[in-house]
Structure formats: C-alpha cells, structure tokens
C-alpha cells in the first residue's frame, strides 16, 4: 500500500473535531485510508453501497448509540443523504455527555452534493479535506513519468500490462452505474462524448455554446451542466481566470482539465509513453499533470487561478497564500524558454515568487529573479511551507 501524505492531517484533525468528510473522486484510495485510520483507533465501518450495512442505518440513532465512544466511519455517505440532520442531533449529544471528538469519519465522491447537504446541518462541527489522487511525493521522483502516463488512481497505477484497460472500464462504469446512483439523471453517451471533447481541449478556456454545439444539445440545454457534473465528481478541474482591476481586457472563461492524466490518456486512447510523445495533447497532459500535484500539495486556503489578457500575457498557474503571489510557468521542454507573454503578466501583477516547472532535474536561476526547478522538488519546497 502506498502511503498517503494526507492521512496525518485526517488523523490529527480527529482529535480536535467531532467530525472529518474526505472527498474524493470512486477509487481514488478513501477507503484503504479510512480502514487504516481506523486500525489505529476503536472504530467501526459502514459501507453505505452494502446493502447490509446500509439497513443497519435504518435507525440510525439507535445504531449511533450502540457505538457511542467509537470512531465510526461512514463510506459513500452521499447515498443516505438524509443522515446529516441525525448525526447534528449525535454530535451534540455526545459532547453533552464528555464525547467530544473523533466521532465521525465521512468519505464522499460527490463535493457540491455533500457540501450542500452538511454545510447548514454540521456546520461548526466538521473538517472537509481532500484526497487527490497520487502525487510524485508519494511515489517518488523516479516513477514520474510512469505516474504521469498511468494516473494517480491507485488500481491503475500499480497496474503493469492491465493499467490502461482499468481506466477504461473505471470510465464506462463511471458513466453507467456510478453517476445513475447518485441521482444525475444524464445520458451516458452524451456525458462520454462531453468527457472526450474535454479531453481533447485539455487545458483550454472553455467555450460553453461550442461544445454544446458539439454535442448536438437542444436549445435551452448547456454544456455547462454537464461540466458542473463532472467538476462536482472531482473528475475535471475548473481552474477560474484571475480577475483584476489593472486596466487590462482579461480572459473570463474558465481552463477545464481532466484532473487525472491517466483518464485523460484513457479517454484519447494513448496507452504508452511512446504513443503519447507523438500526440498533440502532450504539453496540455504535462501542463495538467503538474497543476494537479502542485494542488494536492497546497494548503487548503490556497486560492489557485490562471491569468491571461487579450494581449497574450499568461501565467499558467497563479497561487495566493494570504498576501503572497506564486506565479507558475509549466514548460515540458528540459530546456524551457519563457515567452514575452510570461514576462508581461509577471509585470502586470508583480507576483512574489516566479517559477518554471520543467521535466528536468537541475534547479537554476533565469534573469528576473525566476527560478526553473523540477516539479519533485517544488513539490517538496511546498511541503515544508
């Protein structure tokens, strides 16, 4: 088993609060952490996509009560959604009677769907934390480029020969039977079809009437719903323009990426490394890549944009830590070259930090004060703070 920086961040966020929700995308890996989790502590689980355990909740106060002073854990908790107001009641009533923390380990693959339905019910008495898929911290810098072409989901990973046939299927079963049992009501051949298009725009503003157009979808309907969909499934990643009032016309349509590379290579057929060098998608898939690791690695309270005006200045990833600006550049280039466009955003919002992540492994200075350092190593610069 790979271990998951994340699990000491949700083990010591028990013992302060009553209540921990880990979000995520199906098989990403909440489960195995959960379980281990719970082998350190007195604790029970429940599976709510077993029809066994989900009966078992069919009084669930009644249950509650019979494991008052455990850790319960709760997977796929979005499939009772009706348990929130109950588990309000719970929470305080063990902390009436000295339970205080520790009492509750949610796990859920819906993020809007979940935030919506305990925001107001658990507010002041739950933790929501994310587990990305795997990060080059995780796996180490010598299996980059086979994380980068495979993906973080841990099946697929792990996976030789098998890998890119585990993401396929994980994608039709994603279409056909997990997103019906959450409710969305979606053809699945439609949202496929939406899924590729996105993929094959890999890091591109997204342009809502295109796709539509794509599509074939009636008047009245827009792609937009169905990428609100795929960005509450954790799956795609809506990366907003940063907005500002520098006297500059500013993109204001969002970039979309598939959040794992591994779908994305699944979705546009690239099974090998080889196969992949020769596919236009490359710099995007790269470009990806690297912003979904630097994401997993930030603090929670980090707000992450893209930055690009009418003019051609761009920044790829912009990160603002309370009063500080990190302006990133992703080249996939080992010897990368900044274009003027880098220089004039640079200019125009005078970030504190410049960096270019490149595939390299040398770190060295370019004029400017910026740094070109290899993503493993601003990796680790992140996770020292």
């Not at 979808?217 to 719903?225: R, V």
Request: proline fraction near 4%; glycine fraction near 6%.
């Amino acid at each position: 088993m790979i271990a998951r920086n994340i699990q000491a961040t949700v083990f010591e966020t028990l013992q302060w609060m009553p209540a921990v929700v880990v979000l995520g995308a199906r098989q990403v890996g909440k489960t195995t952490l959960a379980q281990s989790i719970g082998q350190s502590m007195d604790s029970v689980y429940l599976d709510l996509e077993n029809p066994s355990d989900l009966r078992k909740l069919d009084d669930p106060q009644f249950y509650f009560e019979q494991h008052k002073g455990r850790l319960i854990i709760i997977d796929e908790v979005q499939c009772k959604p009706e348990l929130f107001q109950v588990l309000r009641s719970q929470i305080d009533s063990n902390q009436k009677q000295g339970v205080n923390n520790g009492q509750f380990l949610l796990l859920g693959s819906a993020s809007n769907l979940l935030l919506n339905q305990s925001a107001e019910s658990l507010a002041g008495r739950v933790c929501y934390l994310e587990l990305p898929s795997l990060n080059v911290l995780e796996v180490g810098n010598a299996q980059m480029h086979e994380l980068w072409l495979k993906g973080g989901f841990p099946s697929a990973f792990i996976h030789d020969k098998n890998s890119i046939q585990w993401r396929k299927n994980f994608i039709r079963t994603y279409l056909e039977r997990d997103i019906p049992q959450l409710g969305i009501r979606v053809p699945a051949e439609t949202l496929r079809r939406f899924w590729t298009m996105l993929a094959h725009h890999q890091g591109q503003c997204f342009n809502a009437a295109e796709i539509s157009r794509g599509l074939g979808l009636s008047k009245g309907q827009s792609s937009s719903y169905y990428l609100d969909i795929m960005v509450d499934l954790m799956l795609v990643r809506r990366l907003k323009p940063y907005a500002t009032n520098i006297g500059k016309r500013l993109v204001k349509s969002p970039k979309t990426y598939i959040r794992d590379s591994g779908i994305l290579h699944a979705l546009l057929d690239l099974p090998s490394m080889e196969i992949l060098l020769g596919h236009p998608v490359i710099g995007a898939s790269w470009e990806g890549f690297v912003i979904e690791n630097i994401l997993s690695v930030v603090s929670p309270e980090t707000e992450s944009y893209f930055y690009r005006t009418s003019a051609g200045a761009e920044i790829d990833l912009l990160l603002i830590q309370g009063n500080q600006s990190i302006a990133i550049e992703i080249k996939r280039s080992t010897a990368p070259v900044l274009s003027k466009g880098f220089y004039q955003a640079c200019s125009d919002l005078l970030p504190h930090e410049k960096w270019v992540i490149y595939p390299g492994e040398e770190s060295y200075k370019m004029k400017d004060d910026i740094t070109v350092v290899s993503l493993f190593q601003f990796l680790k610069r992140l996770q020292s703070g």
